[in-house]
Nanobody, 124 residues
Framework: QVQLEESGGGLVQAGGSLRLSCAVP????????MGWFRQAPGKEREFVAA????????YYADSVKGRFTMSRDNAQNTVYLQMNNLKPEDTAVYYC?????????????????WGQGTQVTVSS
């Protein structure tokens, strides 16, 4: 079983920044594509960003493009989501996910392992 450990959530004012981290202990981290998803109260879980196993390609939801940056450090078994210019509509629980497909994908069903989530709250 692969465990994903998110951190970095919190409360921030609109226009502020946060950096989420997701640690994936184990020797197989570099073989996974990684993704970030979010779920706001009363809404379905939605795609935010994804990155290939070798950082060769990233994808972003249109709503975060230009504001969020996803990266990974395979030596540290960690993936990051830098979130800048945050908006109240970014408020949600953010989930890290790992896919055995190795290739970044927006499809929620393609992810095999999920973290517990970290709360991000953006005040206006």
């Amino acid at each position: 079983q692969v465990q994903l450990e998110e951190s970095g959530g919190g409360l921030v004012q609109a226009g502020g920044s946060l950096r989420l981290s997701c640690a994936v202990p184990g020797r197989t981290f570099s073989s996974y594509a990684m993704g970030w998803f979010r779920q706001a109260p009363g809404k379905e879980r939605e795609f935010v960003a994804a990155i290939n196993w070798n950082s060769g390609r990233t994808y972003y939801a249109d709503s975060v493009k230009g504001r969020f940056t996803m990266s990974r450090d395979n030596a540290q078994n960690t993936v990051y989501l830098q979130m800048n210019n945050l908006k109240p509509e970014d408020t949600a629980v953010y989930y890290c996910a790992a896919s055995e497909t190795m290739m970044a994908t927006r499809d929620l069903w393609a992810y095999n392992y999920w973290g517990q989530g970290t709360q991000v709250t953006v005040s206006s």
